[in-house]
């Protein structure tokens, strides 16, 4: 395996195809480019969506999804990798399997299951294989207060302090760190919380009022891995505050773009662009 020239951060999104561009592999290559890392991409499935939501899946089957994952990695040294929608029970048994005989830096993963729109993109096996064959793999783990129910098979949290018992109890399931995503909860502050076998951190940042809002997840979950293949490092307690400002950014200057006539996208290249 080569690395390329030294110095330059690597990062590997594993992830659906988004044809409008604000989530899945387009936001995340973004996102990867944005925070300075050279990004790498794995396709697990095509969508048909737009802003205003998905009318279509296609999965990629599962062994030409770990064609590229071995493809890939025999060549090209992975610093961190991000793992999005992976669709099926097969491919996340592959992806799975791939990864655990490569290594390919610290594993985020964003247990993609409902898109923003509402529009379910996974099925129960394969929720299962996330829970049982999956998360023991991973660094970190981003669900959302929804994915955070399936996951659990328990019923959602309705308040920000079920927030951090819910967490803990994520990491039993195998993961090495949980970020607990509260943005469904409303309020004047998005809250998350991170646990990690040392504890538990709470994160705040002032909601932002806006209909862009499409690929939060997949940004955060991006960033994050993007984030830790520059500094080389899975000290998520130092890296999730630099990730959510960035999405912060992101976020506040998304209408700005006007894309698309539903949820559109955040801005990855906010602070960027016209400089």
């Not at 985020?108 to 023991?136: E, F, N, Q, Y």
């Not at 018992?165 to 991170?194: M, N, R």
Request: hydrophobic share 45%; aromatic share 2%; net charge negative.
């Amino acid at each position: 395996m080569s690395g390329g020239r030294a110095g330059v951060p690597t990062a590997l999104t594993v992830a659906g195809s988004d044809p409008s561009g604000g989530a899945g592999i387009q936001a995340d290559l973004k996102t990867f480019s944005a925070l300075g890392a050279y990004g790498t991409a794995v396709l697990t499935a095509l969508t048909a969506q737009n802003t205003r939501g998905v009318t279509g899946v296609h999965s990629v089957p599962a062994d030409f999804v770990a064609q590229q994952l071995h493809t890939l990695l025999d060549d090209v040294e992975v610093h961190a990798t991000k793992l999005g929608m992976l669709g099926t029970r097969e491919v996340v048994r592959a992806v799975t399997g791939v990864l655990a005989e490569h290594p390919a830096g610290p594993v985020v993963c964003d247990p993609v299951m409902v898109a923003t729109s509402g529009d379910r993109l996974i099925d129960d096996a394969a929720v299962d294989a996330v829970r049982t064959d999956l998360l023991p793999l991973v660094d970190l783990v981003t669900p959302n207060v929804p994915e955070a129910a399936v996951l659990l098979d328990r019923p959602a949290a309705t308040d920000v302090d079920e927030l951090p018992g819910q967490a803990t109890a994520l990491l039993a399931l195998g993961p090495k760190a949980v970020l607990l995503k509260g943005g469904h909860l409303g309020g004047e502050e998005s809250v998350d919380v991170l646990a990690t076998t040392a504890g538990v951190t709470v994160t705040r940042r002032p909601r932002v009022a806006t209909t862009a809002t499409h690929g939060t997840g997949c940004t955060l979950s991006s960033a994050l891995a993007a984030l830790a293949a520059h500094h080389r490092t899975d000290d998520w307690v130092r890296l999730v505050d630099p990730a959510r400002d960035y999405l912060q950014r992101a976020l506040v200057a998304g209408a700005g773009l006007g894309i698309g006539s539903g949820h559109g996208p955040v801005h990855h290249f906010a602070g960027i662009w016209g400089q």
